[in-house]
């Protein structure tokens, strides 16, 4: 068990305009085809890394920020038994919202996090060098799986499942059609990768807590820059070792969780020196930033209704202007929510 983490009262202006940055791009890359801005840093990628990707981990990054004060709260109210167990109601419906609303490709964001957020309930009252090793230790096992396993081929689209060819073991877990028809961010095992970034937003709530700026740049810088370096390494090839390996959400092995975890922390190194030092403020982010889950299922239901109609190509200005309408209705939403004090949360 830990030692007492202190409950910070000083709240990081960053952190706030960091959470409403991730739903700004995550708008963004979500209407992309609605407004015809279908350019390759804004899609994902099978084989390289976009600035797409940097969104969702970035989402897992805040949920573990999140998740840590959360749990430090709950367990001092109500004890650290009923705390677990709410946490893990919490995730679970999350993971069930998610069933709902991917019909058909179910591994996207919401069930990442959700599946990642069960998975490091039993490590959250642990110290910050355990959650660090099991980070490691998660990624490592989802590797070993891609590399000694047939998950590795079906995940890098080399073969495809059938149920004839399934071995047993998968085929006697329920709904295994449903749970491995499509390989995108990981597949069912991909929680294992993404929980490397909701850890480390896990010790960045600890390193806050501390109230030592100095501590906080220099631990963001230093493992943002080696998590960097590591992931790169990772993805080149090794002569008479090992092969390429792609920085790519797609697959989810090793190279992307390490990539992505450092350059979240860069990015929390970013905002921290704007908004927190420089005193520099994006309008509206803070607002969209307090009900992420809301303007995300309603951003889903827009868009989903958006695809029942066949929407011309536009030019590129018209497209841009349709994407600032896009995000101003959905600040103005945002706005009125926070003015009003309402958070939807579940």
């Given at each position: ?11 990081l ?12 791009g ?45 749990w ?134 600890d ?17 943002g ?57 994006i ?56 003015r ?7």
């Amino acid at each position: 068990m830990e030692s007492t983490v202190p409950i910070t009262k000083k709240r990081l202006v960053s952190l706030d305009q960091l959470r409403g940055y991730a739903i700004f791009g995550m708008l963004l890359v979500n209407s992309k085809e609605l407004f015809s801005l279908e350019y390759i840093q804004i899609s994902h990628h099978r084989d390289f890394f976009t600035y797409a990707d940097t969104i969702a981990p970035l989402f897992m990054f805040v949920v573990g920020i999140g998740m840590r004060l959360s749990w430090l709260r709950r367990s001092e109210q109500v004890g650290v038994s009923a705390a677990r167990v709410s946490m893990f109601k919490r995730f679970g419906l999350m993971t069930l919202i998610a069933f709902a609303i991917y019909t058909g490709w179910l591994w996207d964001a919401l069930m990442d996090i959700g599946l990642a957020g069960m998975i490091a309930i039993p490590l959250i009252d642990k110290k910050p060098r355990t959650r660090i090793l099991a980070a490691f230790g998660l990624v490592a096992l989802y590797q070993a799986l891609c590399l000694f396993t047939f998950y590795g081929p079906w995940i890098m689209r080399e073969v495809q499942l059938e149920e004839n060819s399934m071995p047993l073991l998968i085929r006697l877990i329920p709904l295994h059609g449903e749970l491995f028809k499509v390989a995108i961010n990981g597949g069912p095992f991909g929680p294992l990768s993404w929980c490397m970034m909701l850890l480390f937003g896990t010790v960045v709530y600890d390193w806050i807590a501390l109230g030592n700026e100095r501590h906080l740049l220099l631990s963001c810088l230093g493992w943002g820059l080696g998590l960097c370096v590591a992931g790169y390494l990772l993805s080149m090839e090794w002569s008479g070792l090992k092969s390429a390996w792609p920085i790519s959400a797609y697959y989810m092995t090793a190279p992307f969780p390490l990539w992505a975890t450092g350059l979240c922390l860069l990015q929390l190194l970013i905002f921290y020196l704007f908004c927190d030092r420089l005193h520099v403020k994006i309008p509206t982010f803070a607002a969209v930033g307090m009900n992420p889950l809301f303007i995300y299922i309603a951003q889903s239901l827009v868009l989903d209704v958006a695809e029942g109609f066949e929407i011309p190509h536009v030019p590129v200005v018209l497209g841009i202007a349709g994407f600032v309408l896009f995000y101003g209705l959905f600040a103005v939403v945002a706005v009125g929510m926070q003015r009003k004090n309402i958070m939807i949360k579940i």
